[in-house]
């Protein structure tokens, strides 16, 4: 028998999501929208002069399963750089697919493996990771500029 796809595990990350406010002047700011369920994040960053997360801050109006992505990347998010979280991104997607293995460095994805055989639930998972690693992109184009 597989695991239920919600959990006690994923409503307790989705109500204890690190990182809850907005940053007042970000150096990056993205939002993202899963245009199938209509969840949004949007994410604010803050880079130090390696490229790497000093500061975030995001805003998650998500089903639970995206509240608990966004618990986990933001227990995680601090000391990344924006490749570390894009290739994470991808490796969840590759994951989600039953593609691939949870991304590296965060085991906490694991939680999501149910997930897999829920299709139109994976852009909800994916939102947190796509909207922190598009910010941290922008931040560092614009630290660049």
């Given amino acids: 028998?597989?695991?239920?796809?919600?959990?006690?595990?994923i409503l307790r990350l989705?109500?204890?999501?690190?990182?809850?406010?907005?940053?007042?002047?970000?150096?990056?700011?993205?939002?993202?929208?899963?245009p199938i369920c209509g969840s949004r994040v949007t994410a604010d960053v803050d880079l130090d002069d390696a490229g790497r997360i000093t500061a975030f801050g995001?805003?998650?109006?998500?089903?639970?399963?995206?509240?608990?992505?966004?618990?986990i990347l933001g227990s995680g998010v601090i000391g990344k750089s924006a490749s570390e979280l894009r290739n994470a991104h991808t490796a969840l997607a590759a994951f989600l697919k039953g593609e691939g293995d949870v991304p590296a460095g965060w085991p906490d994805l694991e939680i999501?493996?149910?997930a897999q055989a829920y299709k139109a639930r994976h852009p909800?998972?994916?939102l947190a990771f796509d909207a922190a690693a598009s910010a941290a992109e922008d931040a560092a184009v614009t630290a660049s500029a």
Avoid: D, W
């Fill in 1 to 9: 028998m597989s695991e239920p796809l919600y959990n006690t595990a």
């Fill in 14 to 34: 989705a109500a204890t999501i690190p990182h809850q406010a907005r940053l007042a002047a970000p150096q990056g700011t993205s939002r993202k929208v899963s």
């Fill in 58 to 71: 995001q805003e998650v109006r998500a089903c639970a399963l995206g509240q608990a992505s966004a618990s």
């Fill in 112 to 114: 999501f493996r149910p």
């Fill in 124 to 126: 909800s998972i994916l």
